[in-house]
């Protein structure tokens, strides 16, 4: 008698578990929607992230400092779609300008970053995302992001990240700077 109220006592704690876990108790997330929310800023981007290529951009006086998490870093490879997980992260600041209001340049001949970050763009790759978008704007599994200077996020519209990058980038999984760095890369 006492072992098979343990055995039904065992059964019924299966059973209480499987529908638990049915339910989703246990924190699973919400369903994928499309759209910038999906996307967080990871809060230790600048101590952990790695910085691949900073582009001078006299014209517009600013300095584009292009970061990748270093998962994504280790595990891309030249002809291959990146790693799911990519978090590309392009952060603008500043550039210095002389009293004329022309850029100043460095002794290597780069320009000069102000402190600060005044924008940042940021575009992440998960398995799952991009379900959703129609075809002349789905970028594959990517979403992109705005945030300010400061890391809160900017609600402005990331339409146009979807059509020029699909644009230009589609045979080469919607990146520029990070791709051409993945296939030269020793
Ligand atoms: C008119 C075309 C265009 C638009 C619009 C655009 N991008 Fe880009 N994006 C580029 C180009 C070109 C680069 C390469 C870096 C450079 O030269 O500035 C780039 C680079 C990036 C990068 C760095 C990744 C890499 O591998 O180079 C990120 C992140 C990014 N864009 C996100 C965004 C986001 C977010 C938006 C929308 C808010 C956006 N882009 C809108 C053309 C565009």
Redesign the pocket.
Known sequence: MRRISATALFAAAVLAGGVAMAQGMGGSPAPYRPGPHNITLPSDWETRFIRF?T?D?AERKII?H?YVNPEAFAAARPGQPLPDGTL???ADTRARLGADGTPLRDHSGRLIPEPGWIAL???EKRPGWGEGYPPEKRNGTWE???FLGDGRRND?S?E??F???IQ?RAGQDF??????YVQKRQ
């Open positions: 290529a582009v951009k584009r292009l590309i992260i392009m763009g940021v575009q992109y992001a705005r402005a990331v146009a990240c059509t020029c990058h230009t990146a520029f700077d990070f791709w051409d």
